[in-house]
């Protein structure tokens, strides 16, 4: 007991929250670009758009079948040397994230438009709307509405998937916390309950948001 | 119909392959390797990689965030040398894994991160004169049966950090046991006390670092080889490797560099004074 | 990456075993766990389906990598034996179940209430109805996500990496950390990896359209 009570000394919580704010500041910017890229690329596989659409779709199944782990190391060690991009701890975790993120994003957009049935598109494209119109007032609210729920359990994976980049030393939650059980190892149990905690509350009202979002959206 | 999917399903299942080999045999070369020292110069700053979690060496402090210990001194100590006083020294932290891409990458100027100088290193970056000399050690829980080196038979374990010479000595000095490998030197201290193997190895100026901690874990059997650290900087960096070793030499007359040795070593007891340089 | 390929075959083959071993008896437990915990949640019992809902609720929102790494140095203390290997397994065998929970409840309660309450007048204890009426149902809406969730699991064992579990991810790191070529070996690695992962998953995708097409119920 008196390992928790020293372990949860203001420096140690000061420090575990730093970490927590990098946790969220990569995953929030990560959550927005990957979002964007995901959409962009999710629609322009939905189009069917010759070459590009299928040369896309390989490139998102391939990332989609990598582990994330390996997609971060590749962008902290192998950027630089093989195109000469040289990326910071947290550029590179950014990076790694959005890359891996947009992939499943664009997945499930994709799938999201495709089951709006064809047949709103066609009695859209009758009455005189464009097929970019009839696309951005028809389909896509309806499509959107049925995506929110896995969205937002793929932006909740974003952030339990940021912890991965402790292999790089992103100074986010996990790394923070292996660094002060890592001086004093009487405090491993007591980091792990308030790491697990900590991850639980973000992910957990993050989860509840979308319960919400989705509830007001029908 | 099912047939000709299958066929597509094949296809598919080759493409990326092809492409993946593809892209790979367009990789190689590094960043452009520019001269450090002019950068350094015009921009009067210089980023080091430097270790996190060791005690003694580079350790991060839990209050202020800033990365502590003999190397960082040494390594402000040597900026100060070669740029002026007034250098911006910033410090990036590596671990065994990490620090050799980092500096090939570009991310850091030089390296100051516990490295033994080996032949194999050699080849891939060039090293500064010795600045410190351990010495690999074992390390076990107080009362283990264990007692050096040569107590590490078959069907026991011994845990490693990942991409240390450590690893590699230890298949030559203890080849029947078994060696877990993991990423710094917190994580292989965490996994030895939930017993996850029976000693740990790496430098012995590590281990003390590490028993300094928890006095229940002690250092047995002395050091078994000898490992040099020298500051790691890439290859083609002759004039900047040049005023490292210029500056180490100024720092060790002026006896900066005993001070140093000092400040950080004096205390830890069973350390032995004729390990360092 | 060829040559990497080719000069540490045997140690990337043995990683490919221990990512596959790993995987598959994750997925049988998690396939077990998921389920029960899936029928705790829908259970009409007070207690069984506040502990359902907690358990997924807990290891849904708790990363993979928190719970791999609490097997491996927290609870040897208390069960020793408890290796790099065994303990990334059980992670992510809790970690999925969770994941396999959401599935198999989603699919049940996609079969009709009505269903179960046919079963239960004509006679059926709750559990019959359960398991002759509406899991066989459930099971075809819930394959195609397993399927996707296997293909996880594959992709997710690599936290074995953070544990010494000898795993193809730790495999990797040893080898980049030994020849310093990192960029080829993980080009290497990842190359294995989707040799596992790729063929299983444009396998369900097939699986998925097809049924799709041919009513199943």
């Known amino acids: 007991m008196q390992n928790f009570i020293d372990a949860y000394s ?3 919580l000061r420090f575990l929250l730093e970490g927590m704010w990098v946790t969220i500041y990569v995953s929030a910017i990560s959550v927005v670009l990957s979002f964007i890229i995901g959409a962009v690329l999710g629609l322009i596989r939905y189009m ?58 664009a997945e499930i957009i994709r799938g999201g438009i495709q089951s709006i049935s064809g047949g709103q598109m066609e009695a859209a494209r009758s009455n005189g709307l464009t097929y970019l119109q009839a696309m951005w007032y028809i389909i896509l609210p309806q499509a ?11 932006f909740v994976s974003l952030v339990k998937d940021s912890s991965l980049a402790t292999i790089i030393l992103l100074p986010e939650l996990m790394y923070h916390s292996q660094i002060i059980y890592g001086q004093n190892t009487n405090y491993m149990i007591p980091m792990f309950v308030a790491m697990a905690f900590l991850y639980f509350v973000v992910c957990f009202l993050l989860s509840q948001l979308s319960k919400a979002l989705a509830r007001r959206l029908n | 119909m099912q047939h000709m999917r299958l066929k597509q399903l094949r296809l598919w299942c080759l493409l990326p392959l092809f492409i993946l080999t593809l892209m790979l045999t367009a990789c190689g070369q590094h960043v452009g ?30 209050e202020t965030g800033e990365i502590r210990g003999f190397e960082v001194d040494i390594a402000k100590a040597v900026s100060k040398e070669i740029f002026g ?6 410090f990036v932290p590596v671990n065994s894994n990490t620090r050799l891409p980092l500096l090939k990458n570009g991310n850091v100027d030089a390296l100051i991160a516990t490295m033994s100088i080996t032949a194999d290193r050699k080849k891939e970056i060039d090293f500064s004169d010795v600045y410190f000399n351990a010495g690999q050690a074992i390390m076990v829980k107080k009362g283990s049966k264990i007692k050096s080196v040569k107590d590490l038979t078959s069907g026991t374990k011994v845990i490693g950090i990942q991409g240390s010479n450590s690893v590699l000595n230890i298949k030559k000095y203890a080849p029947k046991s078994e060696v877990l490998q993991l990423s710094d030197a917190a994580q ?61 030499k100024k720092i060790e007359k002026n006896g900066e560099y005993q001070k140093l040795v000092d400040k950080w070593f004096s205390q830890i007891s069973g350390f032995d004074g004729s390990v360092v340089k | 990456m060829i040559s990497i390929l080719v000069g540490h075959w045997s140690e990337l083959i043995e990683g490919m075993k221990y990512t596959i071993a790993s995987s598959l008896l994750a997925l049988v437990g998690s396939l077990i766990l998921g389920v029960i915990f899936a029928m705790f949640v829908i259970s009409p019992n007070k207690s069984l389906n506040v502990i359902g809902k907690i358990y997924v609720e807990i290891f849904r929102n708790i990363p993979l990598l928190v719970i791999a790494m609490f097997f491996y140095i927290v609870m040897p203390r208390i069960f020793p034996g408890l290796d790099g290997f065994k303990a ?11 994941f396999i929970a959401e599935t198999v409840r989603a699919g049940i309660e996609s079969v009709p209430v009505g269903q179960m309450e046919a079963a239960r007048s004509n006679g059926m204890a ?60 993980y080009l290497a690695v990842g190359l294995l990896y989707l040799v596992m992962t790729m063929p299983l998953s444009y396998f369900m995708r097939y699986l998925e359209k097809r049924w799709s097409k041919t009513p199943t119920v």
């Open chain 2, 188 to 248: 292989a201290f965490a996994a030895l006390k939930s017993g996850q193997g029976d000693a740990m190895t790496t430098d012995n100026g590590i281990l003390y670092g590490l028993t300094s901690d928890d006095p229940s874990y002690h250092v047995v059997g002395g050091s078994f080889t000898t490992e040099p650290y020298g500051i790691g900087v890439n290859k083609g960096q002759k004039k900047f490797l040049t005023a490292i070793n210029k500056a180490l």
């Open chain 2, 85 to 90: 006083k007034n250098v911006k020294v910033n």
């Open chain 2, 33 to 62: 390797e520019k001269d450090v020292m002019q950068t350094e110069r015009e921009t009067n700053e210089i980023t080091w990689g430097v270790k996190g979690d060791m005690r003694l060496f580079g350790l991060t402090d839990i």
């Open chain 3, 88 to 98: 990334g397994t059980i992670g992510l065998t809790i970690y999925t179940s969770a």
């Open chain 1, 144 to 154: 959107f509405r049925n995506m929110v729920p896995p969205i937002v359990s793929q």
């Open chain 1, 10 to 12: 203001w420096i140690n």
């Open chain 3, 126 to 185: 709750y559990l019959q109805a359960m398991r002759y009426i509406v899991l066989p149902q459930a099971i075809k809406i819930v394959v195609p996500s397993l399927g996707n969730q296997f293909v996880n699991l594959v992709k997710n064992s690599s936290v074995l990496a953070f544990l010494a579990g000898f795993d193809l991810m730790y495999q990797g790191n040893l080898i980049a950390s030994t020849t310093f070529k990192t960029t080829d070996t």
């Open chain 1, 48 to 105: 069917k758009i010759k070459y590009l659409s299928a040369v896309i779709g390989l490139i998102i199944d391939i990332i989609r079948n990598l582990p994330l782990l390996l997609i971060i190391f590749f962008m902290y060690f192998g950027l630089p040397s093989t195109f000469g991009i040289r990326l910071n701890t947290v550029t590179a975790a950014i990076v790694a994230l959005t890359v891996f993120e947009s992939a499943m994003l």
